[in-house]
């Protein structure tokens, strides 16, 4: 990443102090964990705590020549008057300022409050690439994340006067690409036995990806898929949609209606609206997902069958108690036949017979009775 050598001291001390507040609910990891969070050399954090805790104040030498300090990555920021990039400067109280062309500004500009009024513009429009520590992130320590979201900031007459050209979709680093792939693999072994944990990491994955908004994707579509399945799990059914919906577009485009992903996020998305309550969408999910699964295991497969079942029981849920009858009887007879001995003929049955107890019990009059 290209950043420069050196960082001011406010926002070491923020960074430090983040490291603190992390270290005050997990005991392990805090300096790792927030150079993580804010893309920047965990050597270099751990130097700053180090340098922060230490008794006396330890800063042998002075910068090497030709570095300096910086708030914001460079070439991001522009003139709005001369259109040119504006760059590092000595500002007149020797603090660090931002400066364009000789001639076309009286002074420079305060560098920490043009950081500043990014850091706040990140956090209220996209608070989702800064993972959340529990406690609020400094608008410095935000802005460190600028060119990821920004594509450029235009600067006016005052440090606070800017305007913000924003990024269709964030940038994301090679390394933390990586980092992804690896935390989603091991999410996926840890699904079962902590599933806790395992939604961390694809929480950890997911930083910076909007479900509503995110281009389709290998990776994001997978931890996507991961994280609907655990959230299904857990109960909460509205994060689950929102991410088995994502997979579910995502897998489609990348792999074709009928590949096994595809299907298993069209599933996910079916099984989360149902949970929800949501069972007009249910039904039509579902049965998108046994016409898919009609074309490629045939329609007499066991899969085909078992959505057809669960098809039925949305239509129940629906209202439809005779439509819904008819649809699993019918299945229950055709699975009979064709998997004999399979254990979910009994299920089904037993679906079909809560039916007729509970359109019994609400005292139903249908005509098949
Ligand atoms: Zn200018
Ligand atoms: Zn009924």
């Not at 960074?15 to 990891?29: F, S, T």
């Not at 990348?254 to 969408?281: E, K, V, W």
């Not at 329609?299 to 439509?323: D, E, I, K, W, Y």
Request: hydrophobic share 40%.
């Amino acid at each position: 990443m290209a950043f420069p050598s050196r960082y001011p001291p406010d926002l070491i001390d923020a960074v430090v102090q983040r490291v603190a507040d992390v270290r005050a609910v997990k005991a392990y990891g805090a300096v790792t964990t927030v150079a993580r969070q804010l893309n920047l050399d965990p050597r270099l954090v751990q130097k700053w705590v180090t340098r922060a805790n230490a008794p006396v104040a330890a800063q042998p030498g002075s910068p090497a020549a030709g570095s300096w300090e910086t708030y914001l990555p460079p070439g991001l920021l522009y003139c709005r008057f001369c259109h040119q990039p504006m760059s590092h400067a000595e500002s007149p109280d020797a603090g660090q300022a931002y400066q364009c062309q000789p001639g076309c500004r009286p002074r420079p500009l305060d560098a920490a409050t043009v950081a500043d009024t990014v850091g706040r513009a990140i956090l209220r429009h996209a608070a989702r690439i800064i993972p959340s520590t529990g406690t609020p992130t400094p608008p410095l320590l935000a802005a460190i994340h600028a060119h990821r979201v920004l594509a450029r900031v235009t600067i006016g007459a005052t440090a606070s006067d800017i305007t913000l050209t924003w990024r269709a979709t964030p940038v994301i680093e090679p390394a933390r690409e990586a980092e992804r792939v690896q935390r989603v693999a091991a999410a996926r072994n840890l699904a079962l036995s902590d599933p806790l944990r395992a939604r961390q990491l694809l929480y950890d994955s997911l930083t910076g990806v909007d479900p509503a908004t995110a281009p389709a994707d290998p990776v994001y579509a997978e931890a996507a898929t991961l994280l609907a399945e655990l959230q299904l799990r857990l109960g909460h059914c509205a994060d689950a949609i929102a991410w088995a919906t994502y997979a579910h577009a995502s897998t489609v485009h990348l792999y074709g209606p009928t590949h096994s992903r595809a299907l298993r996020a069209l599933h996910l998305h079916a099984a989360a609206h149902r949970r929800a309550g949501h069972h007009q969408r249910a039904y039509h999910l579902y049965r998108q997902l046994a016409d898919q699964l009609t074309r490629t295991e045939g329609p007499h497969a066991h899969r085909t069958l078992a959505v057809q079942a669960t098809t039925a029981l949305v239509l129940h849920a629906l209202g439809h108690c005779q439509a819904a009858r008819t649809l699993l009887a019918d299945t229950i007879t055709t699975h009979r036949r064709e998997h004999p001995g399979h254990s979910a003929t009994a299920r089904m049955t037993r679906h079909l017979s809560r039916i007729w107890r509970d359109c019994a019990a609400k005292g139903h009059q249908h005509q098949d009775t």
